[in-house]
């Protein structure tokens, strides 16, 4: 019998061998394919990650948030599941890379809450191995969860049949999800973006964005469809009671002070920024990379962020936002542009990766937990005041991610979760002097 203080509904964990088997494609297939026979379908995003919700917002038409064991905390996440749950018909959670990658890995959180995964393998170039793979992932770690197994970019029939044959388990079995792509993107340019042709297009830091494409909703229909030939895709409401799991309610935590009341704070988000008055600028993550002819044009909005640093009113500056403070930019292809220049120094962007993963940054004697993901790197004669490390980790002087300070400005490749800390968002966001 579900206790009274617990919330039940189905739930899966979306997860893959490694990154780039489908997981989001499947995730964001099987929440429109739900959506559109009328269930209340909940996305989660395991780790930190803000391209794949776009997908999942437009398939399921709700609010996606993320869930991480570590950056968000234990009990951030079971009041968010147990939230879900009271209204939902299904619950669905994208994994992060590997099943097993990670500390915390998205294993961790299907174990901690007791969520069925569902294991999504690119079989494109795989026959007899993948029932190798599919025991491998339901058996590298006892008490797993387990829903099944679904083939990716299926060939044939006959694949399918060869795929299926090599299941030790022969239940796990969901189905095979054949190539799907479309022939062109409708009214975009998604600049570099990779494997055009798939219904999901990609460039440098992961997925375009949904608001990108004008026909994403026409790409998730058509996936949608695909998954609905499956024996995963064809489960009724009634089958996917199966996978139900009980959310406990959460335990009771203490109300956050209100260190920024009476405070505007102003956040860029759209393409062409605007600045309305404020006492603090928020200019979170982005691609500058690919308009800065729109961002050295846009001398409004850069007058305006000099008038307002020089007002001594505080700006804080994440990533993409604080590449585009700086003097210029060297792009992929060789070419320098400028930008605002309210930061010495220039960005240059490259083909690999500079930084990934979990960081935590020292403010005013707080502890912010984030993460960092980016292309380029910058060199600046800006005042270094601290530096991220990785969990449980001593900041050292030549490693993480540099926090500048110029005036009033704080900027970081360092992306924050600011529940975290309030006081130490409290501070970049020139609060009460802690």
């Not at 209204?87 to 669905?92: F, K, P, R, S």
């Not at 030790?168 to 022939?183: F, H, I, N, S």
Request: glycine content about 10%.
């Amino acid at each position: 019998m579900t206790p009274p203080s617990s919330a039940r509904c189905p739930a899966l964990l979306v997860a893959a061998p490694a990154s780039g088997q489908g997981k989001t494609t499947v995730t964001a297939a099987l929440a429109r394919l739900h959506a559109r026979r009328g269930l209340q379908v909940r996305v989660f995003k395991c780790g930190p990650d803000f391209l794949d919700p776009h997908w999942h917002q437009l398939a399921s038409g709700a609010p996606v948030h993320q869930l991480d064991l570590w950056m968000t905390g234990e009990a951030d996440c079971a009041r968010r599941l147990h939230a879900a749950a009271q209204e939902a018909d299904l619950i669905l959670i994208e994994g992060v890379m590997g099943l097993f990658d990670g500390d915390p890995s998205a294993a961790d959180l299907a174990q901690r809450f007791g969520v069925p995964v569902l294991a999504v393998v690119d079989a494109s170039a795989m026959a007899g191995t993948f029932g190798a793979l599919a025991f491998g992932l339901r058996h590298y770690r006892p008490g797993l969860p387990w829903a099944g197994v679904l083939a990716n970019r299926v060939g044939s029939a006959r694949h399918a049949d060869m795929l299926q044959a090599g299941l030790r388990e022969p239940q796990d079995w969901l189905g095979a999800l054949m190539r799907v792509t479309l022939k062109a993107d409708v009214g975009v340019d998604v600049g570099a973006a990779r494997a055009a042709g798939a219904l999901l297009p990609e460039r440098h830091l992961g997925l375009v964005a949904a608001h990108e494409l004008l026909d994403s909703q026409q790409r998730l229909d058509a996936a949608a469809d695909a998954l609905a030939a499956t024996p995963l895709g064809q489960m009724t409401a009634q089958d996917l009671q199966r996978w139900a799991v009980d959310f406990p309610a959460p335990a009771h935590t203490a109300a956050v002070p209100a260190l920024l009341a009476g405070r505007t704070v102003a956040v860029a988000r759209d393409a062409a920024f605007c600045l309305p008055h404020c006492d603090a600028v928020w200019l979170p993550g982005g691609y500058p990379e690919l308009h800065t002819a729109q961002i050295v044009a846009n001398t409004g909005m850069q007058a305006s962020l000099c008038a307002h640093v020089a007002a001594g009113k505080a700006l804080w500056a994440e990533c993409g936002g604080m590449m585009a403070l700086f003097e210029s930019i060297t792009l992929a292809d060789g070419s320098t542009a400028p930008l605002w220049g309210l930061l010495p120094g220039q960005v240059t962007m490259q083909k690999r990766l500079a930084a990934l993963g979990p960081q935590q940054l020292a403010v005013a004697g707080h502890t912010l937990r984030g993460h960092t993901f980016h292309y380029s790197t910058c060199d600046s004669s800006a005042t270094v005041v601290a530096r991220t490390a990785r969990p449980g980790e001593v900041p050292a002087p030549d490693a993480g991610e540099a926090l500048y300070q110029q005036g009033s400005i704080h900027a970081s490749y360092f992306h924050a979760w600011f529940p975290s800390s309030p006081e130490a968002v409290a501070h970049l966001m020139g609060g009460v002097p802690l």
